[in-house]
């Protein structure tokens, strides 16, 4: 059995959800069609969603066609959820952008097509929404071909085939020469120029009339290529959820070898044995005992790991593309503690890692990050119903960020009695947007691995914080030179403490720079 994982993305209201139901149908996995405006989408199961008509969380279904099964991942299309987007783009093999052909391309919808080529994502364009008046199909094509590629091909039924060839072999040149020699390309070929993005199938049609629908499903079956995994064990963890009784959710992609229950999972300092694994579609699970290379998964029994973090083999992922901007005051209802709020609240930052929850202990106070209006009325209620916390919001403020001018090195001492640990770090600025990364270069004769392996892990463990706003630091190298451990008085907290004051004493002594967001802005 091939096994795809495919993500349909879109701007909000080109009609994603939609067409989830229509390829759902007309696999045979539904019987009736669900409605966006009905409420009764079967990918769009929570009430919030159902509610105002838009997809908050990303859901999966299984689609089986003939000797392939394609795991379909709905993700959202508003603006404010797009990290959740985001996410699940770094478990997919291919993408279906569903566009609105009354609409054309949209502002989110460029931001989509910039995050699928960063991620190298091969992907499928729906054209939708056709039936309305006013579509014209060769005016948006031209459109698809000077807003996003010259790749974006219409691979409709009514398009001869001289034609489609002809159309697909221009998109490269030695497919050009393979088609001007033997007068023809194969449909290996083409699914090989699409894999390598060097190609975008376009299909025209109307999911909420299953217009076009079917010639989707067929080009998904021809000309996409199952991509080879490794026989070593590997897997990206892409979200954190839990279910209708409290279990702490992982879900995974398997991207080599087999996963199987009770195998046991490391990653970092933690080592956990996996209880079950469960194979969603919608809200319906099915447990199994292994899922081979190439399965969209969630296992339970894990409660260390975090979105975006690789296990086995799999390397960790690169730092989300799209941050929120805006910092809010999260203002707690009378007689509330704000401690045991905020252990409440650090279960929604696992789902969600972008709100970066902080605590001011001066203030005691609580502050999280967010997209904007519509992600802090969500928030509101989501708080409300699974804590019983009626919480309100303060004003927003912008998202600034600190880093440094030129290398510095920082050295943290930490000497009470019986204890003892040394840390030496070199702090030098990165490019922009390259945000932070950690390295040793300290010898172990000097410094155990061990030793080391902790401080590189408590630099990761928490936000840094500059000197001139206490902003979270940001595009900085920051490379273990040297340290010192006692045979009979280190312990491993001492390292913490040495490591944070080497930060702070490297931050103190550098000329720093308060980086503030900007905007690109394009009005049509």
Same mark, same amino acid.
């Given at each position: ?354 709100? +970066? ?9 609580? /502050? ?26 303060? /004003?927003? /403020? ?51 691995? /061990? ?6 892990? +408590? ?66």
């Amino acid at each position: 059995m091939k096994r795809l994982a495919v993500g349909i993305l879109a701007h909000v209201d080109a009609g994603k959800t939609t067409l989830s139901e229509g390829l759902l149908y007309t696999c045979g996995r539904l019987r009736q069609l669900g409605r966006v405006d009905h409420k009764n989408a079967f990918l769009d199961t929570d009430a919030l969603e159902r509610e105002r008509g838009i997809t908050i969380f990303s859901k999966q279904a299984v689609l089986p066609l003939n000797d392939l099964e394609i795991t379909l991942l709905d993700t959202p299309g508003h603006v404010d959820f797009s990290s959740e987007m985001e996410r699940t783009l770094q478990v997919l093999d291919y993408a279906i952008l569903v566009i609105s052909g009354s609409d054309g391309v949209q502002s989110h919808t460029r931001t989509l097509w910039r995050l699928l080529s960063r991620y190298r994502i091969p992907a499928f364009l729906f054209i939708n929404k056709m039936d309305l008046s006013g579509t014209d199909r060769e005016a948006l094509l031209r459109e698809l071909k000077a807003s996003l590629s010259e790749g974006c091909v219409d691979f409709g039924a009514d398009q001869s085939r001289g034609a489609w060839m002809e159309n697909v072999a221009v998109c490269d040149e030695e497919a050009m020469s393979r088609y001007l020699e033997q007068g023809e390309l194969s449909d290996t070929e083409a699914a090989a120029l699409v894999a390598h993005r060097k190609v975008f199938p376009c299909y025209f049609g109307s999911a909420l009339r299953l217009s076009g629908v079917d010639e989707l499903v067929r080009g998904l079956t021809l000309y996409t290529k199952v991509p080879e995994c490794p026989q070593e064990f590997a897997a990206r963890v892409f979200k954190i959820t839990r279910d209708a009784q409290g279990n702490r959710l992982t879900h995974l992609k398997v991207t080599g070898g087999t996963l199987r229950v009770k195998m046991p999972l490391k990653s970092g300092d933690w080592e956990e044995k996996i209880d079950q694994i469960r194979i969603y579609s919608g809200t319906k699970f099915q447990p199994v005992d292994e899922a081979p290379a190439g399965t969209i998964c969630a296992v339970t029994g894990l409660s260390q790991t975090r979105a975006g973090e690789g296990l086995g083999a799999e390397g960790v992922s690169e730092a989300p593309a799209l941050e929120p901007m805006l910092t809010y005051r999260v203002i707690l209802p009378p007689g509330c503690d704000p401690h045991s709020a905020m252990q409440k609240l650090s279960a929604l930052e696992e789902e969600d890692p972008q709100l +970066h929850l902080v605590w001011n202990a001066q203030l005691r106070e609580i /502050s999280l990050q967010l997209m904007g209006e519509v992600q802090l009325e969500i928030l509101k209620t989501l708080i409300d119903e699974r804590f019983g916390l009626q919480v309100e919001f303060g /004003s927003g /403020s912008i998202v600034y960020k600190e880093t440094i001018a030129a290398a510095v090195e920082g050295v943290g001492h930490y000497e009470p009695l019986r204890h003892y640990a040394e840390v030496h770090l070199l702090l030098e600025p990165g490019e922009r947007g390259s945000g932070l990364h950690f390295s040793s270069a300290c010898p172990e004769d000097q410094l155990d691995r /061990s030793w080391q392996r902790l401080v590189l892990s +408590h630099l990761e463990e928490r936000v840094h914080r500059g000197v001139l706003t206490g902003a979270p630091i940001t595009d900085l190298n920051i490379t273990l030179v040297a340290g010192r451990a006692h045979v009979k008085h280190t312990e491993g907290g001492d390292f913490r403490q040495a490591t944070y004051r080497a930060v702070r004493q490297g931050l103190m002594s550098a000329e720093s720079i308060l980086l503030e967001p900007w905007y690109d802005v394009r009005l049509e």
